[in-house]
DNA sequence: CGAGCAATTGAGACAAGTCAAAGCTGGTGG
DNA sequence: CCACCAGCTTTGACTTGTCTCAATTGCTCG
């Protein structure tokens, strides 16, 4: 039960009904940086990532930017109870994704209860995450959220599969930052302290070696 | 279509098959400060709220708590793909809720898809305003923070409604601080800037007139 | 090999936190 | 009926973690 295919929305369906879904989906490939959700404007589709990763976002007027999340493989974009996206959507790697029409979808979903559920399955899921990133964002310093995102990294590929110690971050300093609250400056003085208490190792920036993964869920946990 | 039914679970089957709902749902009344659900133990019910306002949260081991959000007539509680809470909960005033058998409800939703759609609606706007609330807390100043959570306040019962320049807050200065990242001082502090700069009026504790909504709203929005 | 961008490091500033002391207020019992 | 207590709120003085501004280093790719 884990794994990319058992946390996408078309899993649902796809075993029963591949043909339908296939009418209705267009693959599409997105450059670093190419934006493909804009807050605000009209949610005419329904997303799949089904390859690298996407930063999810909102923008304060004079540019103040928070990362609500990043979506990776298998991963469901989208949904809205206006017509409009309630954040922006940009690719941080090389992402690849499907692409639904709502107006479509919704058909799909009055004939196919099973993919209804399976989305509110998957917007549960991300409510308990979006509830642990509050704790982290009011609550916890720079070093335990950096810690924190430290060991959910290392989690990727759901709870069953074992624990990386090395983890590869496709984001840049700036990204993590303004997904936890924090400046650039900060994340790296953060990333050069862990390195410093040998919790840590840097080979390049987008990689990181965990020597003490017990020791980053201590501080993750808040015990510090 | 505005108003608490309409964000309630019941409303979707309550229309039509309101004896089955019944039979399975017993309604509680809780005191202020009665927790009735507890982060980590099993998630055997569901939860309605049906009256007065309840507080969701999350705790560090070291005591520090995260209010991810405010629950008040019509919202719903226990949504988990774990089989354990992801949070607490705790009346802030008195609360009565209708509390069902979360197994038994997996019955009624597989005879009624159009409850399976209206929880996830539900969910689909808990999620977007979890997002809003990571903005809030990743990037927001604590002026902006009050400004935000008050204006938010004077448009609860739905955006439909007209909003309130008076707001009523049930829950404590340490309750609204844990809930924006602040601590109770800051709160009161910026209260106090709030109503130096005329743009609201505290009668008491627990009530805030909003003098100047319009500017409450440009601030909110982080135009300072 | 150098231009351009990302990351790191340093020094000083500031928003919010901490610690401490009054004020207020509502409930209780003498 | 009112004084007192306990808890909540406000205000004040000081500290600090993180931010801001600035300079330097390192990496990637024409």
Do not use: W
Request: charged share 25%.
């Amino acid at each position: 039960m884990c794994g990319v295919r058992a946390t996408s929305v078309c899993n649902a369906i796809e075993d029963a009904h591949l043909g339908r879904l296939a009418a209705v989906a267009v693959t599409i490939e997105a450059d670093p940086g190419k934006a493909f959700i804009e807050e605000g404007e009209s949610a005419d589709n329904f997303f799949n990532i089904t390859a690298g990763t996407a930063k999810l976002f909102k923008l304060l007027p004079d540019g103040r930017r928070q990362i609500t999340g990043f979506a990776g493989a298998g991963h469901f974009l989208g949904l809205a109870v206006s017509d409009t996206y309630a954040f922006s959507a940009e690719a941080v790697d090389k992402v690849r994704y499907c692409r639904f029409s709502r107006r479509r979808l919704r058909g799909l979903l009055d004939d196919f209860p099973a993919m209804e559920k399976r989305l509110l399955e998957l917007a549960t899921n991300e409510l308990v995450a979006a509830q642990e990133q509050m704790l982290l964002l009011g609550r916890k310093t720079a070093l335990e959220r950096l810690a924190s995102f430290l060991v959910v990294r290392s989690r990727l590929g759901g709870p069953c599969t074992p624990r990386r110690t090395r983890v590869t971050l496709p984001m840049t300093r700036s990204d993590i930052a303004d997904y936890l609250g924090l400046t650039i400056e900060t994340v790296s003085r953060t990333m050069t302290k862990l390195r410093a208490d040998k919790l840590i190792e840097l080979p390049g920036p987008h990689d990181v070696v965990l020597r003490d993964l017990a020791n980053l869920e201590r501080i993750a946990g808040g015990l510090m």
